[in-house]
């Protein structure tokens, strides 16, 4: 609790462009709960070192992922709005809990697999122990809720697991985090081969509609977008591409859903595409616009990093002190 609020820890990484996926599984969702937690939403750059990055493409990156967070209305004078690198107890927490955390349970991160499959030249260290700096991200802040898409729920889990067994140890000094997963666009999937989630990685360029793309490129990709040969529109797992397009129409106009399918009772695949991509292409254009208005002023932008980072490295300092003095690390002399 901070001034009476739960606490909201979430973040994300600045690898390769966002998705809509990332916008409908977590950022819209980010926006919505604002209001009710004292929220820190993070640009997590110390994951996104797990791959090879190109340090000056990635430093962008990274500014326009911040940069965006804002654009999408978060506020940043009421939601600490940080880059993780800039906060030393996230590197110092993920260590100790490194000491709690077991092999078997990072062998068994389905993330970690499909990721060294795809990097097999560089399977370092870093990505076998990137969900303990996950929970490290988490508990530092005691955070209450974490929203996030589904693909993380297994982080979720082991996060709570490490909290769950330091605070066995040691007492409760943990906050035991709950997930919170949206009731639509938990997974979008991939316009190309709807089996697979929509992924910032994905080779092919139609699979994704990216947060950037321009509405002709949006209405493009929604247009080519795989379905079946049904004809019918309809909400179940046997037509996962026509699923996947009411998903994210129900996510962009705030529909269930059922109600979706009613809106399109006895039309066709050529009416719901085009209406699926005037849908994203509204929700996007104002976070486009924003983001281009904001990202030209460096003042302002520059004054809410700096005390942001601040006020996030305060409260993770309360919590890593309390947390090396349970282990017994010696008392600084002051
Ligand atoms: P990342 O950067 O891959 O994704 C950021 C957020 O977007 C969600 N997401 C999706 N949601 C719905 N459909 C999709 N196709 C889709 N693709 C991505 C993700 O679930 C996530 O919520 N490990 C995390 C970053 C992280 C983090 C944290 C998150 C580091 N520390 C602490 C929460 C709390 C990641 O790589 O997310």
Known sequence: MIDGKKVLFSGMQATGNLTLGNYLGALKNWVSLS????????????????????????????????TLYIAAGLDPEKNCIYYQSHVSGHAELAWILNCFTYMGELNRMTQFKDKAAKHADNINAGLFTYPVLMAADILLYQA???????????????????????????GE??????????????????????????SKSDENPNASIYLMDDPDTIMRKCKRAVTDSEGCICYRDEQPGIKNLIDIYSACTGKTPQETVKEFEGKGYG?????????????????????????????????MIKANAEKAGYYAAKTLRKVQR????PDRIR
């Open 35 to 66: 209001d009710e937690y004292e929220c820190f939403y993070s640009v997590v750059d110390m994951h996104s070192i797990t791959i090879r990055q190109d340090p000056s493409e990635f430093r962008r990156r990274a500014r326009n992922l911040l």
């Open 144 to 170: 209450d809720v974490v929203p996030v898409g589904v693909d993380q729920m297994q982080h979720l889990e082991l996060t709570r697991n490490i909290a769950e067994r330091f605070n066995n140890i040691y």
């Open 173 to 198: 000094v943990f906050t035991v985090p709950e997930a919170y997963i949206g009731k639509v666009g938990a997974k979008i999937m991939s316009l190309q081969d709807p089996s697979k989630k929509m």
């Open 271 to 303: 009416e719901l595409k085009p209406a699926v991509g005037e849908a994203v292409i509204s929700v996007l254009r104002p976070l486009q616009e924003e983001f281009a208005r904001l990202s030209k002023d460096k003042a302002y932008l520059d004054s």
């Open 326 to 329: 349970k282990v017994g690390f």
